[in-house]
């Protein structure tokens, strides 16, 4: 199991409008592993130190229904030889989509719950519970891998990047990635989020109280492109255009609005 660690830090050429001269760098968290790739490792990481240390032979966790997380997650158990659970938001019929099939494909139990009890009781229903009194030795991750062993591996991106940025970007979900970062930055570094999400105060609220800070961080949701999961024509045509002119394949729900924010916050000098 090879993980790239360091991962490789690329400076792009910007090919856009940039009258402040502003130097561009990508830290290439994509390379770390072909499955595990990105923040997955490093919010799992230490997780499952601490499964096998305490020798735990079961994990669930939470994700929608083409959650990356528990994709990873999926894989990493297996290869450990741990039992893991998946407690997907949602309907049943999303089990054979690429995402869930291969999380099958790697032994996870997929458990589904309605919307509703997902958002309001989701660590505390009758499937949970049930769960709970059949696994002796089960570990919980909340959804995201949003933790305090997953902020512990996030902070450790900041530990291979040297002190001469002084911008650090990155899209956010859970808000684990933005917590780790915000609190690794050196006193010169601010920290700019792109959120997914159309309202950035539950997000705010997150990274506020994981923090305690308020001084050197900003979440920007002006580039949300209607919500979480939502693209349209421009998003797609800005994918296809990143691709061609960086070789670098962008996701249409995180990574694409983050560059699309920047690449229009750079050409209008905001």
Known sequence: MLFQIPSPIQEINLKTHNPNNIRLFIKREDLIHKIVSGNKWRKLKYNFEY?????????LSFGGAYSNHLHALSWLANLRNIKSIGIVRGDPSYRNNPTLSFCVKNKMELQFL???????????????NKLKKEHEKIFIIPEGGFNNFGIKGCEEIMNEV????????CSIGSGCTAVGLIKSLKDHQNFLGFSSFKNSKLLEDVI??????????????????GGFG????DLIKFIDSFAQLYKIELDPVYTSKLFFGLFDMISKKK
């Open 51 to 59: 499964l096998v240390n305490n020798k735990i032979d079961t994990i």
């Open 114 to 128: 309605s919307r509703k009890v997902y958002r309001e009781s989701k660590f505390n229903n009758k499937v949970v």
């Open 162 to 169: 040297d002190g001469n940025f002084d911008t650090i970007c």
């Open 208 to 225: 506020s109280k994981n923090t305690n800070s308020k001084i050197n961080w900003k979440i920007n949701c002006d580039y949300n492109f």
């Open 230 to 233: 939502k693209v349209n024509t």
